[in-house]
């Protein structure tokens, strides 16, 4: 008897299997088909990504070797232009290349240029808030150069961002840019190395050290 009613309940769970699969199949098949589908454009688009990230690495390491042994100024318009390419993208090739273009400026005296494009930085969202906060004080200084604010009004400024948290690890970015500019990369390798340690034992974004490549070669 017992194995008779287990025959009958097999029958109707089997039934209604059939009949679940009769009314449903095309939906299922669907899904499945839509989930290989989401699986495979998934992993294209982390491919494409990273592709996009080597190549504009690749790009930048060009840009540098133009940068580090200019002996004409074809040659600085060459690096010039390759960064100026990389603004295009939207890996973090494209803040530090705004960085260094920022940087030339600044170096060539085009103080207003400089401070622009430090303030366009700042204001990015999406940009790591250790780069922002570093660009932030870096227009500080451009603008005091260009005599556009008073050294009351820069002393203020840095005040206002002495609240952020980032502030004491941008000011050591901020201290070896300025050893940059001086000529000191020997000081400047030191302060970077001692940030990039720092960096990473508080957990922050390793950004940053992408910016030891402004100068040493």
């Given at each position: 008897?017992?194995?008779?009613?287990?025959?009958?309940?097999?029958?109707l769970?089997q039934?209604?299997i059939h009949?679940?699969?009769r009314?449903?199949?095309?939906?299922l098949?669907?899904?499945?088909?839509l989930?290989?589908?989401?699986?495979?454009?998934?992993?294209?688009?982390?491919?494409?990504?990273?592709?996009?990230l080597?190549?504009?690495?690749?790009?930048?390491?060009?840009?540098?070797?133009?940068?580090?042994?200019v002996t004409?100024q074809?040659?600085?318009?060459?690096?010039?232009?390759?960064?100026?390419?990389?603004l295009?993208?939207?890996?973090?090739?494209?803040?530090v290349?705004?960085?260094?273009?920022a940087n030339?400026?600044?170096?060539?005296?085009?103080?207003?240029?400089a401070?622009?494009?430090?303030?366009?930085?700042?204001?990015?969202?999406?940009?790591?808030?250790s780069?922002?906060a570093?660009?932030g004080?870096?227009?500080?200084?451009?603008y005091?150069?260009?005599?556009k604010?008073t050294?009351?009004e820069?002393?203020?400024?840095?005040?206002e961002?002495?609240?952020?948290?980032?502030?004491?690890?941008?000011?050591?970015?901020?201290e070896?840019s300025?050893?940059?500019q001086?000529?000191?990369?020997?000081?400047?390798?030191?302060?970077l190395?001692?940030?990039?340690?720092?960096?990473f034992?508080?957990q922050q974004?390793s950004?940053?050290?992408?910016?030891?490549?402004?100068?040493?070669?």
């Amino acid at each position: 008897m017992t194995d008779i009613l287990d025959s009958v309940i097999e029958d109707l769970k089997q039934e209604k299997i059939h009949t679940a699969m009769r009314r449903y199949g095309k939906f299922l098949i669907l899904l499945i088909v839509l989930l290989l589908i989401c699986g495979l454009l998934f992993n294209w688009w982390k491919a494409h990504k990273e592709n996009l990230l080597h190549a504009e690495a690749a790009e930048y390491i060009k840009a540098h070797h133009f940068l580090n042994k200019v002996t004409s100024q074809q040659m600085l318009q060459e690096g010039v232009g390759r960064l100026e390419k990389l603004l295009e993208g939207n890996t973090v090739y494209a803040t530090v290349a705004a960085l260094n273009l920022a940087n030339i400026h600044d170096a060539m005296g085009n103080f207003n240029k400089a401070a622009h494009i430090y303030g366009t930085i700042e204001g990015n969202k999406h940009v790591d808030q250790s780069l922002r906060a570093f660009s932030g004080l870096m227009r500080i200084a451009s603008y005091l150069r260009a005599e556009k604010i008073t050294n009351e009004e820069g002393l203020k400024m840095l005040q206002e961002r002495h609240r952020v948290p980032t502030f004491s690890y941008s000011r050591q970015l901020l201290e070896a840019s300025l050893l940059i500019q001086d000529n000191k990369k020997d000081k400047a390798r030191a302060l970077l190395d001692n940030t990039r340690v720092t960096a990473f034992k508080d957990q922050q974004n390793s950004i940053p050290a992408l910016l030891s490549t402004l100068v040493i070669d």
